[in-house]
């Protein structure tokens, strides 16, 4: 599994990606949410961030994430290729090559708070409130 830099002529196709991912991980958020946030994501998130991935052999991508000032902002995983390495790889190469040692977590989505803690981070605070104001409690985690 080799990682890769994206560029934002992928950004359609990573956003189908989050979306798959977010309709399998975050069963806390509504269909207007997602709608809210798809045009926030392509058109904000991914060009503020370092983005890397995960491809298969034909090329379609399987994960990937985006770093920021040492945080993680986003790390979201094909549904389909869940369990299988995909996102280990992507948070080592985050904190090895990108300085990576922070991470905000759904505290409505356990399996991502499980899985940074299995790789070592800590929850150090949390907010009752997303970034954008939203009723979704956020951990707040650190290596």
């Known amino acids: 599994m080799l990682v890769e830099n994206m560029l934002p002529e992928y950004y359609p196709e990573m956003l189908d990606l989050w979306e798959n991912s977010v309709r399998a991980t975050h069963d806390f958020i509504s269909e207007e949410d997602i709608e809210f946030f798809?045009?926030?994501?392509?058109?904000?998130?991914?060009?503020?961030?370092?983005?890397?991935?995960?491809?298969?052999a034909s090329g379609s991508i399987l994960g990937f994430v985006?770093?920021?000032e040492g945080k993680?902002?986003?790390?979201?995983?094909?549904n389909e290729?869940?369990?299988?390495?995909?996102?280990?790889?992507?948070?080592?190469y985050a904190i090895e090559n990108l300085t990576a040692t922070k991470v905000d977590v759904n505290e409505q989505n356990p399996l991502a708070a499980d899985f940074y803690q299995h790789m070592g981070f800590k929850v150090i605070a949390r907010s009752p409130l997303d970034d954008m104001g939203k009723p979704f409690p956020i951990l707040h985690m650190t290596l």
């Open 38 to 56: 798809k045009p926030i994501i392509i058109e904000q998130a991914f060009p503020a961030v370092t983005l890397q991935c995960v491809k298969n």
């Open 66 to 68: 985006g770093v920021h």
């Open 72 to 78: 993680i902002e986003m790390l979201f995983i094909l």
């Open 81 to 92: 290729v869940r369990g299988q390495g995909v996102g280990k790889r992507l948070l080592q």
